[in-house]
């Protein structure tokens, strides 16, 4: 007797006699060989197809991934700050310095207390590090996808299953799970010197106007998440920004500052210094920057002051 071997690319050999009438254990009725054959074909190409599929899911799920990680790391605050870092270590001793982009490249050196300098310089590499391989693997598995079969990688994630998401649960947080992190983060605050009026808003601080605590108010009503006056490192400069507060949907920090003494001509003119400082450092008004107003004839307006967090946080 003969035997016909039918053999496909990773399956094991199916033997099938000559002129006799199989019956295949998927299905209740006797088979031709003609029809075996087809059968196993189509049963292989299935499983082809669906390995194809789990293939493509697989690579659209890390580009999800990666798109949420470089969203992530390209809010952090650490990448508005100039300069790098240069470390020098000399007789098992290890010296910080601060380089510009001023065609000095030793830098200046950072002392002891201006150690939270180095570390947010030395935050900043890491996180360009990172982001450039992320970036460069997104590129790389967008290619072979043909992005233009595979639809806008920002929708990915919405049309997985939920299987698929629940397998990414561990590392995506969700708005409120992230907004919640964000809010536990620990900061030293400005602090306001002894004898000067403090308000204290809902939430329990301290703050230092009425108008400052009608915001922090407003916000924490709004289930806006806040800090008061947590310290930001710009071009060498310490400075602390009335509020900084969070968008959970999109995940991106602002700085509200709130501008209250404009009939102070000193107070104007410390403002628009703090405004260049700001844009030196990529930190624009209506981009990531966002203010409030009063006057002594123009007090502040809270139904305004709604309608711009409304526009940018909610």
């Given at each position: 007797m003969q035997f016909v071997d039918l053999k496909m690319p990773?399956?094991?050999?199916?033997s099938t006699k000559r002129n006799r009438s199989l019956k295949m254990p998927s299905q209740g009725k006797r088979m031709r060989k003609g029809e075996v054959i087809e059968?196993?074909?189509?049963?292989?190409l299935d499983r082809s197809v669906h390995k194809m599929v789990d293939i493509k899911r697989t690579i659209m799920l890390r580009i999800a991934e990666l798109k949420e990680m470089i969203s992530y790391l390209e809010r952090s605050s650490v990448l508005g700050?100039?300069?790098?870092?240069?470390?020098?270590?000399?007789?098992?001793?290890t010296q910080y310095y601060l380089v510009q982009d001023s065609g000095d490249p030793d830098g200046s050196y950072l002392k002891k207390n201006q150690g939270e300098i180095a570390r947010e310089l030395a935050q900043k590499d890491y996180i360009l590090q990172v982001l450039k391989a992320a970036k460069s693997e997104q590129e790389k598995l967008l290619k072979l996808l043909k992005t233009d079969s595979v639809g806008a990688?920002?929708?990915?994630?919405?049309?997985?299953?939920e299987e698929r998401k629940a397998l990414i649960a561990p590392i995506r947080l969700s708005d409120e799970e992230f907004a919640r992190k964000w809010s536990e983060q620990e900061y030293q605050t400005k602090g306001i010197p002894d004898g000067m009026p403090t308000f204290q808003t809902e939430r329990g601080e301290l703050v230092r106007s009425k108008s400052e605590m009608i915001i922090a108010d407003m916000m924490y009503h709004m289930?806006?998440?806040?800090?008061?006056?947590?310290p930001i490192y710009l071009s060498g400069e310490t400075i602390h920004p009335d509020f900084t507060v969070l968008n959970r949907k999109e995940r991106k920090e602002y700085?509200?500052?709130?501008?209250?003494?404009?009939?102070?001509?000193?107070y104007c003119?410390?403002?628009?210094?703090?405004l260049f400082l700001y844009e030196e450092n990529r930190i624009f008004p209506g981009e990531n920057l966002l203010f409030t107003f009063e006057s002594d004839r123009q007090p502040l307006r809270p139904q305004l002051v709604r309608r711009l967090l409304e526009k940018y946080l909610l």
């Open positions: 990773g399956q094991k050999v199916i059968t196993v074909i189509s049963n292989s700050r100039s300069g790098r870092l240069r470390i020098s270590t000399s007789k098992n001793r990688p920002e929708k990915i994630y919405d049309h997985l299953s289930g806006i998440p806040y800090r008061y006056e947590c700085y509200l500052e709130h501008l209250g003494r404009l009939d102070d001509p000193q003119a410390d403002f628009v210094w703090r």
